[in-house]
């Protein structure tokens, strides 16, 4: 089946500081991307959603300017937590889908804010 | 509004023991996808089905449209399958409805 990467599989910032988290589809061009956070043991929640060369929808309460979603080409999107707090630390994953067809999940990101 | 419910809620079984996770949801859905997510986090799409069934190994997914519902059955369980399993479903738009996620234990 497809390949979704994401990079780092984890990390650990300082509060106050950015990071970026990568998501590249990697055997086929994905025209939309799915950024979700996960908290522990509960669901999924979509943060946005993000077409190539465009700009990323954002769910409600979600703050724009804190997550940073650039779609800059077919197979990769990143998310950059910007200023990050310690209430950000969580479980970031992405998905990718080609057209309708369906989605495929990256690996995770786990994030800690210390 | 979009509901999706998954039942059990946590599932522990004996190895070899055959295994049904359903779900179960509110309106009409253009497709429903089967997820497994280990312990380390990653989430591995299992199935995305419409109508009718699909089957991958051991593991078999249904679903139902009349009665809105959709089965995840696992034959032969094994140990390593001790994960999460959630289900999604496409209320028609872009985003994917979760449902809270059925644990399942397998022990030796």
Known sequence: ?114 | KNEVEQSPQNLTAQEGEFITINCSYSVGISALHWLQQHPGGGIVSLFMLSSGKKKHGRLIATINIQEKHSSLHITASHPRDSAVYICAAHFGNEKLTFGTGTRLTIIP
């Open chain 1, 1 to 114: 089946g497809a390949v979704v990467s994401q990079h780092p599989s984890w990390v650990i910032c300082k509060s106050g500081t950015s990071v970026k988290i990568e998501c590249r589809s990697l055997d086929f061009q994905a025209t939309t991307m799915f950024w979700y956070r996960q908290f522990p043991k509960q669901s999924l929640m979509l943060m946005a959603t993000s077409n190539e060369g465009s700009k990323a929808t954002y769910e409600q309460g979600v703050e724009k300017d804190k997550f940073l979603i650039n779609h800059a080409s077919l197979t990769l999107s990143t998310l950059t937590v910007t200023s990050a707090h310690p209430e950000d630390s969580s479980f970031y994953i992405c998905s990718a889908r080609r057209g309708q067809g369906e989605q495929y999940f990256g690996p995770g990101t786990r994030l800690t804010v210390t």
